[in-house]
């Protein structure tokens, strides 16, 4: 049976330059063993995902079975000797969505036939939520306050690592579940890309084309500029342009690094999250410590210089 490894995610864990490398040296993973199939000009799969995460009646939910077969299977097809890598940030959270038994139906009908080896890396909630906000004011219209923001996903459970991770190994088995931190001390090698190579059993970086960072952040005062903006910004080409003149002035300012969230704020989501990291850690880690996170629940000396604006601040 051939061998596919599935990279779910999480999101904002460095997905898009992973993409972004994988779909840039295709015929070199090719060489080395790897297939990484091609969605109609996309640098993932989240075509088919999408559809996956569609509403359950429509026709896009209906056809991503038949969608999968006719791009991966073919591809797959056509190079049977190679493990197949499909990427797409969005199927961590697959469960999570309305109907969640309909569409894990539909998962499983797309992938049979393959050896199917789910691959996630796991991040801190306060550094995913953080991150999560800042793409949402960026590239979007985001306008919420990031407590605000928070809370609304909070109430999704869309960070509890527990469950997401008990999800694939449910249905994939434990044993070919691979889960990896997104710490840099973490990292096999000290580098997000070596680290992600290495599980695919390639142990070089060698002759390979290595992408600059994609999807770089805003920093707090561009940040709070560009969402002060965004209640104006009302049709899409608006945002667009929006989100390419705060990257210019991100780079003319040349600022970033310190931390959106208030000390107080991300120790109490890590403490929220603590039962839920220490399973991870213990059951799917086999960390008799069950610690998940290298850097503790939250380390104190990234606020040491740190005045958060204050439309953060506490009242």
Not at 36 to 48: E, K, T
Not at 89 to 111: I, V, Y
Not at 117 to 140: F, I, M
Not at 252 to 271: D, F
Request: proline share 4%; charged share 25%; glycine share 8%.
């Amino acid at each position: 049976m051939q061998k596919l490894i599935l990279h779910v995610g999480m999101s904002k864990t460095a997905t898009t330059t992973v993409q972004t490398f994988l779909s840039s040296n295709r015929q070199w993973l090719l060489e080395r063993g790897v297939l990484y199939p091609q969605m109609q000009g996309s640098i993932n799969h989240r075509l088919w995902g999408e559809r996956l995460a569609a509403p359950v009646d429509s026709v896009e939910f209906t056809q991503a079975h038949a969608y999968f077969a006719d791009t991966v299977g073919a591809a797959a097809a056509a190079h049977p000797d190679a493990a197949v890598l499909i990427s797409f940030e969005g199927l961590f959270e697959l469960s999570s969505r309305p109907r969640p038994k309909q569409r894990t139906r539909k998962l499983l009908a797309s992938l049979s036939g393959f050896d199917v080896r789910p691959l996630a890396y796991l991040r801190r909630q306060d550094r995913w939520y953080e991150s999560v906000y800042n793409q949402h004011v960026k590239t979007g219209g985001e306008t919420d306050s990031l407590e605000v923001f928070v809370e609304r996903l909070q109430k999704r459970g869309r960070v509890d690592l527990d469950e997401r991770c008990g999800f694939f190994c449910d249905h994939f088995g434990p044993d070919n579940v691979t889960l990896r931190v997104f710490e840099p001390s973490q990292f096999s090698g000290g580098g997000m890309l070596f680290d992600f190579c290495e599980q695919l059993g390639i142990d070089s970086l060698s002759g390979a084309t290595i992408p600059a960072n994609t999807n770089r952040g805003l920093s707090g005062g561009v940040l709070e500029a560009k969402r002060a903006i965004n209640p104006a910004l009302k049709w899409l080409w608006m945002r667009r342009v929006g989100k390419h003149a705060s990257m210019y002035v991100q780079r003319w300012v040349g600022e970033g690094g310190a931390r959106l969230m208030p000390y107080s704020m991300a120790t109490q989501l890590m403490e929220h999250h603590a039962a839920g990291n220490e399973r991870v850690a213990r059951e799917f880690l086999n960390r008799a410590d069950g610690r998940l996170f290298t850097s503790g629940p939250v380390d104190e000396g990234e606020w040491e210089h740190f005045e958060p604006p204050s439309w953060l601040k506490s009242s």
